[in-house]
T-cell receptor, first 110, second 113 residues
Framework: QKEVEQNSGPLSVPEGAIASLNCTYS??????FFWYRQYSGKSPELIMS????GDKEDGRFTAQLNKASQYVSLLIRDSQPSDSATYLC??????????FGSGTRLSIRP | DAGITQSPRHKVTETGTPVTLRCHQT?????MYWYRQDPGHGLRLIHY???????DKGEVSDGYSVSRSKTEDFLLTLESATSSQTSVYFC????????????FGPGTRLTVL
């Protein structure tokens, strides 16, 4: 099993709907989890980090962490065309190393 | 903006030539990283540095070397470029102040013919 796994997509969601992105992880990863957004031809940018079980909200974005089931998800409410991008899930392997999933491509259709 | 620049931003080279990519940061971060990104593979760690002259290998280090003689600069060298090293290369730093979050430079697109 890879340390961090994501469905590559593409995930197509109508504008205004909720987009749900999921990520599972192995026992090898540590306690910190991240969601990055990457537009085509650009570098990844951090959307959210989450460290504790439960939900963390920031504007239209909610990250959810479930350590018992070893998954982390990202919900995007009121999806906009500008949310169309690849979303990378990441987790710490050690204090200074982060491992990334291969990314899920999200497309918001008008 | 974490004050990270990469140079060059684009490069085309031929198989067998050496290539050096530069990452420069302005905020005195201790940790710096080099990743490559290829379709279907996400970001894979090549090498990282935890201080001046302190470096370690990542998961795809074969064919690459790094150097860090100053805090602000982290160099990635392809000793003899191969077509399999055609990729987009990203430099990253680890945020300070107790953060464990990485911030990325703009990337270098390298094509090896």
């Amino acid at each position: 099993q890879k340390e961090v796994e994501q469905n590559s997509g593409p995930l197509s969601v109508p504008e205004g709907a909720i987009a749900s992105l999921n990520c599972t992880y192995s026992d090898r990863v540590s306690q910190s989890f991240f969601w990055y957004r990457q537009y085509s031809g650009k570098s990844p940018e951090l959307i959210m980090s989450i460290y504790s079980n439960g939900d963390k909200e920031d504007g239209r974005f909610t990250a959810q962490l479930n350590k018992a089931s070893q998954y982390v998800s990202l919900l995007i409410r009121d999806s906009q065309p500008s949310d169309s991008a690849t979303y990378l899930c990441a987790a710490t392997l050690s204090a200074s190393k982060i491992i990334f999933g291969s990314g899920t491509r999200l497309s918001i259709r008008p | 903006d974490a004050g990270i620049t990469q140079s060059p931003r684009h490069k085309v080279t031929e198989t067998g030539t050496p290539v050096t990519l530069r990452c420069h940061q302005t905020e005195n971060h201790r940790y710096m990283y080099w990743y490559r990104q290829d379709p279907g593979h996400g970001l894979r760690l090549i090498h990282y540095s935890y201080g001046v002259k302190d470096t370690d290998k990542g998961e795809v280090s074969d064919g690459y070397s790094v150097s860090r003689s100053k805090t602000e600069d982290f160099l990635l060298t392809l000793e003899s470029a191969t077509s399999s090293q055609t990729s987009v290369y990203f430099c990253a730093i680890l945020g300070g102040g107790g953060e464990d979050t990485q911030y990325f430079g703009p990337g270098t697109r390298l094509t090896v013919l």
